[in-house]
């Protein structure tokens, strides 16, 4: 509340108007809250771990480096909010790892976190450090319009075909179809997306995916860079102890033996990235999403492709 209160004063004071205008306002005002103790605003802290650690723990998690980020780390002037909302098992952990790795193979300050529900006080919450807020988040809600616009600067997203996306579902032991809110919030999420990067080609060719990505976010990367954080993301693994791995997000069998085999394979087409041996259900998929499938070029892809 405090911080709402000062970032009304200072927009008027500044004679800020627009949403672009006021993107960054809040950020940068949340430093200087912390920074001259105006009002009592509590840091957010880390979490410890232990019972009160679950699979939908939304405090903050720091790797062995990120936890020795000093004075001699880049710290930004201007904190921003990046939202990486990729659906489930299109490669939206991938994504949120990219984002992760590239700010930190080139020290630039940046907590990430998973929060399934976005709130204004949660994302004012975050900006406490002065670095950039990551947030990896799923679902939709329609107060997202107005929400998201005032505080993302970049929302990230991936898409990747139905027919992939249901047997990984199944391999999963999730469900058998996919529901149709599950499309509903992508395309909601795509109205806002800065970035929509396509699940096949980070398979293919994730080395320059990754380069499309730093350009996006504005991060000064070298050839080097790039190949550093596109092998730490191959050899990414899960919790050896089992659930989630709170850094990484990533779960058990995360990622199939399929997958892995195609990884950085030109010759990797579509349709075997994303085999589905149903063709009733390959079938509905055209018929209950044909905005999402002929949107993104997938309803071409027949089983005959294989």
């Known amino acids: 509340r405090t911080l709402r209160s000062l970032?009304?004063?200072?927009?008027?004071?500044?004679?800020?108007?627009s949403s672009e205008e006021m993107q960054g306002a809040v950020p940068l005002l949340a430093i200087v809250a912390l920074s001259y103790g105006c009002g009592r605003v509590a840091a957010f802290a880390d979490c410890v771990g232990g019972r009160a650690c679950h699979g939908e723990c939304e405090l903050r998690h720091l790797d062995s480096i990120e936890r020795t980020r000093n004075e001699s780390w880049?710290?930004?002037l201007r904190p921003h909010i990046i939202i990486v909302a990729g659906p489930e098992r299109s490669g939206s952990t991938w994504l949120y790892n990219a984002v992760r790795l590239l700010h930190r193979q080139v020290r630039v300050a940046c907590d990430s976190y998973w929060i399934h529900t976005l709130s204004e006080d949660k994302l004012i919450e975050r900006l406490h450090s002065g670095a950039h807020v990551l947030i990896k988040t799923h679902e939709w809600e329609a107060f997202y319009s107005d929400l998201v616009p005032r505080f993302a600067k970049h929302v990230v997203i991936t898409h990747r075909d139905l027919?992939?996306?249901?047997?990984?579902?199944?391999?999963?032991?999730?469900?058998?179809?996919?529901p149709k809110k599950y499309v509903?919030?992508?395309?909601?999420?795509?109205?806002?997306?800065?970035?929509?990067?396509?699940?096949?080609?980070?398979?293919?060719d994730g080395m320059s995916q990754l380069a499309e990505l730093a350009a996006h976010l504005g991060l000064s990367v070298s050839a080097q860079d790039i190949a550093a954080v596109h092998h730490e993301l191959r050899d990414m693994k899960g919790n050896p102890r089992g659930g989630v791995d709170q850094v990484t997000k990533i779960w058990p069998r995360h990622v199939s033996i399929s997958t892995k085999k195609y990884m950085d394979r030109a010759d990797a087409q579509d349709a075997g990235l994303n085999?589905?041996?149903?063709?009733?259900e390959e079938q509905s998929l055209l018929r209950r999403f044909p905005e999402y499938m002929q949107g993104y070029g997938y309803a071409d892809h027949s089983r005959g492709d294989l």
Not at 184 to 204: G, K, T
């Open 7 to 17: 970032a009304r004063c200072t927009f008027a004071f500044q004679g800020l108007q």
């Open 275 to 280: 085999h589905l041996d149903d063709a009733a």
């Open 74 to 76: 880049n710290w930004p």
């Open 163 to 178: 027919r992939g996306i249901t047997a990984s579902y199944r391999r999963v032991g999730w469900a058998h179809s996919l």
């Open 184 to 204: 509903d919030d992508h395309m909601q999420w795509r109205e806002h997306a800065s970035l929509d990067i396509r699940y096949e080609n980070v398979v293919r």
